[in-house]
C-alpha cells in the first residue's frame, strides 16, 4: 500500500528510519522540523545564504532548506541531534563550549553539522583554509574566532595553526 | 511557492521526453537556484522533473585527444576536488572552490552552474520591473542601485551580470559544453553557450528548448603550470564577484607562448577578448604587458552611476591575477589577493 502512494518516502535520521508521508514541495528542513520534530536543525534565512539549517546527508554537508524532502528518499542523515553519543557531547560540542564559540546558539548547530562535514572531507589543512572551508555559516553574534578555535582544537587533536 | 507534480527521469531520453510533454515542467538536479527561486515566486512549474537518477552522467573521463569529460551531473564539489581536475586543470579547480559554499558546493551540479540565473537585485525582487524576469517590463538597474552591474556588453535592456566563478575558468580553458535535445546530440563551444542581454534578456543563454546539458569537455592543455583565479568581492568568502579574473599562462622562459584571461563579475556572460590573449603571445611577462592586455579587454567598457569603479578594479585585477599566475603558489584559500 505503502508503494502506491507517491508521496511516500522513507528516511533514516540520526539512526532511526521514518516513514513519512510527504508532498513534493516540502524542504527537508521543514520535514525535521515541523513533520519529526526535531527542531535542533535552525532555520536562518531559508535561502541558502547563512547555513544554520546544515546536515549530514549521506555523509556530506549541505544545505536542508534548499533541499526537497522528497528527492532525498533513501538517505542516510545526521542531524545535531544525532551528533552526540550515549549521551556523551561530540568533541566539537565540547570545544564550543570551552572556547565559548556561541552566544545566541542559533547558528551553533549548523556550525557543528558543517564542521564534522568540513573534517570529514579532509580539505582544511590551515587555520586559513577551515575559515575559507567554513565560510558558509554565518554568526552574527560575532564569535566566529572562536568557532574556528573550537574546529582547530579538534581537527588537530590540540594544537593551533 | 506553487504546488507541483514530482516525477524521476531514468535516462537523458526520457527527461528529453518529459520536458517536451509539458511546457510547465523544470529539470532539477542539485537544485541550489531552482528552489531559491521557486521559493521567492521568481519561477513557478507544475512539474519538478529530478535528473538526479540518470547514473551515466555523473562521472569524469579521460578523452582520446587528451582532454577530460566532466559530466553534467557531478557536483562542483567532487570536481574541483577530482584528482585530474587538481592536477591538470587547477585553474577550473580554484575557480569553483571560490565560489559559493562548500554546502551548496557539495549540492550543486556542474549542469546547474551553467544555467544558474543572475543575482541582480531588481531580478530577485518581484516587486520591481525587470525585462529578464518579466519581458517588457522594464530594466530596474538602469537607474537603480547599479553598484554590481555590467561595464561591459549590456544593453538597454539589462545590465546584469552572470554570477559563476566556474564558468570564467571554463571560458577560459576553451570548453565545449555536450547538450543533448529533441533535435539529437550537439556541442557548443563554450564562448557560444551564454548570451549577452541585447533585447532578450530573459534568455541567459543558447541550450535549445527541451534540451539537456550531458557534459563538458576540457581539452588538453589545461594551463597547470601558471594559472590563477582572483576574486575581488565585498567580502572575503561566501559572496559573488565584484569583479574576478582567470589567468592561464604557457611560458617559455620570461616570454609568453599563450596566454588566456577571462572575467566575471563585469557582464552578462564570462567575458574573453581574443585580441588581448593575441597581444600577449610573444611579449615579455611584465606588469607593463599585462596593463595593456587589460585596457584592450576593458575597450568599450561603460560605467552606470555607482559601477564606475569596476573597471579601474577591473584593471587592476587582471595584473595583479597575470602576476599571480607567474608565480601560483601565491595563490591563498577562497582566490584571495596574495601577499
Partial sequence: MLSANPNAISLKINGHTYDLNILPWVSLLDALRDGLNLTGTKKGCDHGQCGACTIICDGKRILSCLTLATMKNGSEITTIEGIAENGRLHPLQQAFIEHDAFQCGYCTPGQVCSAIGMISEGKANSRAEVKELMSGNLCRCGASTNIIDAIMEVKDGGSHE | ?339
Fill in chain 2, 1 to 339: 511557492m506553487n504546488n507541483f507534480n514530482y516525477t524521476k527521469a531514468v535516462a537523458v531520453e526520457d527527461a528529453i521526453e518529459k520536458i517536451k510533454a509539458n511546457t510547465g515542467a523544470q529539470p532539477i538536479a542539485g537544485g541550489t537556484n531552482i528552489i531559491d527561486l521557486w521559493k521567492y515566486n521568481l519561477t513557478s512549474f507544475n512539474e519538478l522533473i529530478d535528473i538526479n537518477n540518470i547514473k551515466d552522467h555523473a562521472g569524469i573521463y579521460e578523452l582520446d585527444n587528451g582532454g577530460l569529460r566532466l559530466d553534467a551531473l557531478v557536483t562542483n564539489a567532487d570536481t574541483a576536488y577530482h584528482p585530474l581536475v587538481e592536477e591538470r586543470y587547477p585553474l577550473l579547480s580554484k575557480a569553483i572552490l571560490a565560489g559559493a559554499s562548500a554546502q551548496i558546493r557539495n549540492m550543486a551540479t556542474n549542469g546547474g552552474n551553467l544555467l544558474q540565473r543572475t543575482r541582480c537585485y531588481y531580478f530577485y525582487d518581484a516587486a520591481t520591473p525587470c525585462n529578464k524576469r518579466a519581458p517588457g517590463s522594464g530594466c530596474s538597474a538602469l537607474y537603480g542601485y547599479n553598484r554590481i552591474m555590467a561595464i561591459l556588453g549590456t544593453s538597454e535592456h539589462c545590465i546584469a551580470v552572470f554570477p559563476s566563478d566556474m564558468c570564467v575558468a571554463l571560458a577560459a580553458l576553451d570548453a565545449v559544453v555536450n547538450i543533448s535535445g529533441p533535435g539529437g546530440d550537439h556541442a557548443i563551444a563554450f564562448a557560444d553557450f551564454h548570451r549577452l542581454p541585447g533585447d532578450t534578456p530573459h534568455q541567459d543563454n543558447n541550450l535549445p528548448p527541451a534540451g539537456i546539458i550531458t557534459s563538458i569537455d576540457l581539452p588538453a592543455n589545461g594551463f597547470a603550470k601558471n594559472y590563477s583565479y582572483l576574486k575581488i568581492r565585498d567580502r572575503s568568502s561566501y559572496a559573488f564577484a565584484l569583479v574576478s579574473v582567470a589567468t592561464g599562462l604557457d611560458m617559455d622562459g620570461d616570454i609568453i607562448k599563450e596566454a588566456r584571461l577571462a572575467l566575471g563579475g563585469v557582464a552578462h556572460k564570462p567575458w574573453r577578448v581574443k585580441a588581448a590573449e593575441d597581444f600577449l603571445r610573444g611579449k615579455t611577462a611584465s606588469k607593463e604587458n599585462f596593463e595593456a592586455a587589460a585596457l584592450i579587454i576593458l575597450q568599450g567598457a561603460t560605467a552606470f552611476e555607482y559601477n564606475g569603479f569596476k573597471i579601474e578594479l577591473a584593471k587592476r585585477t587582471i595584473v595583479r591575477n597575470c602576476m599571480m599566475a607567474l608565480h601560483p603558489e601565491s595563490q591563498l584559500p577562497g582566490a584571495q589577493p596574495s601577499n
